[in-house]
Nanobody
Framework: QAQPVESGGGSVQAGGSLRLSCAAP????????MGWFRQPPGKEREAVAG???????IYDDSVKGRFTISKDNAKKTLYLQMNSLKPEDTAMYYC????????????????????WGQGTQVTVSS
């Protein structure tokens, strides 16, 4: 089981930054893509960003220019650098992964992923 484990969440004021990390055993595999998703209070899960096995990235429009997804295959870790945080970024953040060569928009589709973490809470106050 390649279940990821997130860390790095917390509370921050609007305009601040946080970096989420995700220990991802699945990055042992060459063809393994990953993504970050979030679920705001009372809302459905939504995509944040995805990264292919080759390292190409894609972002939801709501975070483009503010968030950066990256990975370190040697450390088997996925990251999400979040800058210029807004109150509407408040959510439980999940990392997810799956074996395969997906890229592009498919990285932002939650049901393309098999391995999910338990989530880490991010709260942004105004």
């Amino acid at each position: 089981q390649a279940q990821p484990v997130e860390s790095g969440g917390g509370s921050v004021q609007a305009g601040g930054s946080l970096r989420l990390s995700c220990a991802a055993p699945g990055l042992t595999y060459t063809h393994y893509y990953m993504g970050w998703f979030r679920q705001p209070p009372g809302k459905e899960r939504e995509a944040v960003a995805g990264i292919s096995w080759l390292g190409s990235t894609i972002y939801d429009d709501s975070v483009k220019g503010r968030f950066t997804i990256s990975k370190d295959n040697a450390k088997k870790t996925l990251y999400l650098q979040m800058n210029s945080l807004k109150p509407e970024d408040t959510a439980m953040y999940y990392c997810a992964g799956a074996r395969g060569s997906n890229w592009g928009q498919s990285l932002l589709t939650w049901n393309n992923y098999n391995d999910w973490g338990q989530g880490t809470q991010v709260t942004v106050s105004s």
